[in-house]
């Protein structure tokens, strides 16, 4: 087993991550392409992963090859659904198929094993773009010539999934769910660890090799059943289809997916693709798993949900919905301002936030070398029961203000019992977007999920400048309109007493 050696491309997605983790398990040497290395630094420590963040262009596929040499099996879970167009992401993710594939047959890479999507093509209900590019880009890989396996999924339910996310933000804050004006689809969700396990089956079993494979439950679903089983298994409340007939032709697809963006941690760029597709048939046809395979039991809709949930309650959450990377806090060209080194001048940085229009208040102390472990620690208990190092009503206040707007309030800390903090890890109404911990610069980044008119970041700093070591406290804040600007300067008072405290704090429980 030590000598097999498989690629992942799409390895910082969801399944990707958890895929990456149970190859690992089975001592299989793997390469991870990919595009944020941010999202797998605690991936390093292992020596059977190499990693590559080499752009897939056409003009690449020639290096691309190269780095493939002696991979026998590629996984590729790649899906451009983050472009602001969609024929934008139609376009993008056929070229990155073509790319991978090419480069693949030049390495003489013996299978592609391909996650696709469900989708049956009907008179009366269409595919949605999002579906009908999931099987373009299988054709796409088979235009190589290649042997390609691909598996055909539909909503993945497990903790840390955006398709659960969106299940469990509706599930919980809907009072009923609204009929819509257009026929529903139906789909075979399933749950994440009968995916992984068919991904392993497909690289294990000879029996998959080349084939198209449906997967998912044994019965379909539509989506506003879905949401009422979550309610029923998980709040134990009975949430009713009302039809509210001038509502119902008021939710068109555009104004959905907002609202689902709204009510869950979910950006716009994800929800939409997603939504689009709820009046299509995504289920198992012809080419059901069962035909060959019938050694997975698929766990059903209520048992996957109820799992899924006591996972979270639990902080067993091996996995996160990636942010978009056009919309990831370390994308180069959206906030070049927030990478941190050593080498940086307090000044030119001030100058650079200005010149963006970015809002900011500093804190800053000159730190104890002796000091600088015990000082990330503490900063790492940020959220939940520990709170944020100043008077713990202020936040909560903030919190009930953001549930009521729709926003996630205050939640509980961490998801995860792990001790190193991951990207895309949530954290009350923050995101993990920036960890380091290095030894002379020390980073932790949290992107807000609060609903206000703009955009807002937390950021501790430790790092060594020449001989001293500084200890920085920064909030952004990126203002959308006039407003924006008002939000800020209404809590100027507020904000100079709680990052005051913040900073000060913080450095007297280290030094306990």
């Not at 069962?290 to 067993?316: C, G, M, R």
Request: charged share 25%; with cysteine; net charge positive.
């Amino acid at each position: 087993m030590e000598n097999k050696k498989v690629a992942i491309f799409g390895a910082t997605g969801y399944v990707g991550l958890i895929l990456v983790n149970r190859l690992i398990e089975q001592e299989i040497h793997i390469k991870l392409f990919l595009r944020n290395k941010q999202r797998v630094k605690h991936l390093r420590a292992y020596p059977n992963i190499k990693m590559s963040d080499i752009e897939l262009t056409l003009n690449n596929r020639r290096l691309i090859a190269e780095k493939l040499h002696g991979i026998e099996t590629i996984y590729y879970l790649i899906h451009s659904m983050d472009a602001v167009h969609s024929d934008d992401f139609e376009k993008t993710d056929l070229i990155l198929a073509q790319v991978v594939s090419q480069a693949a047959y030049v390495a003489n890479v013996k299978e592609i094993i391909y996650l696709g999507g469900l989708g049956v093509q009907t008179p009366t209900h269409p595919l949605s773009a999002h579906l009908r590019n999931r099987h373009e880009v299988g054709d796409k890989l088979r235009e190589s010539g290649m042997s390609i396996t691909e598996i055909r999924a539909g909503v993945i339910i497990g903790a840390g999934s955006a398709s659960f996310e969106i299940i469990r933000s509706l599930g919980k804050r809907l009072p009923f769910i609204p009929k819509l004006p257009y026929q529903q689809g139906r789909c075979n969700p399933v749950d994440i660890d009968d995916m992984i396990a068919y991904l392993l089956n497909a690289y294990h079993k000879e029996s998959y090799r080349g084939k198209i494979i449906e997967v998912g439950t044994k019965r379909s679903y539509s989506y506003d059943e879905m949401i009422a089983i979550f309610a029923k298994v998980v709040t134990k409340r009975e949430l009713k289809i009302i039809n509210i007939y001038f509502l119902g032709y008021l939710l068109n697809k555009k104004i959905l997916s907002y609202l689902v963006s709204y009510f869950s941690a979910i950006p716009y760029a994800l929800s939409k693709p997603l939504i689009e597709g709820i009046d299509s048939i995504a289920t198992k046809g012809e080419y059901d798993v069962e035909l060959i395979d019938n050694s997975i039991t698929p766990l059903e809709l209520e048992d996957s949900v109820a799992k899924a949930s006591e996972h979270e309650e639990n902080k067993q959450v091996e996995s996160f919905w990636a942010i978009p990377s056009s919309l990831q806090v370390l994308a180069n060209k959206n906030e070049e301002f927030l990478h941190v080194n050593n080498k940086e001048k307090e000044f030119s940085i001030l100058d650079n936030y200005k010149q963006r229009g970015i809002l900011y208040e500093i804190r800053e102390r000159i730190v104890a070398e002796e000091d600088v472990e015990a000082i990330f620690n503490e900063i790492q208990k940020i959220g939940g029961e520990h709170g944020y190092w100043s008077p713990s009503w202020m936040w909560k206040i903030r919190a009930k203000f953001d549930k009521i707007l729709g926003g996630p309030g205050m939640s509980v800390g961490r998801r995860t019992h792990q001790a190193n903090m991951r990207i895309g890890e949530r954290l009350d109404f923050w995101i993990i977007s920036a960890y380091q911990n290095e030894k002379e610069s020390k980073v932790l980044t949290l992107k807000g999920r609060l609903k206000s008119p703009g955009d807002s970041w937390l950021q501790f700093v430790i790092i060594k400048v020449e001989d001293k070591w500084k200890f920085t406290l920064r909030a952004y804040f990126n203002p959308k309109g006039y407003l924006g600007y008002a939000y800020w300067y209404s809590l100027f008072f507020v904000h100079k007493y709680i990052f005051d405290t913040m900073i000060d704090n913080i450095m007297i429980e280290a030094k306990k």
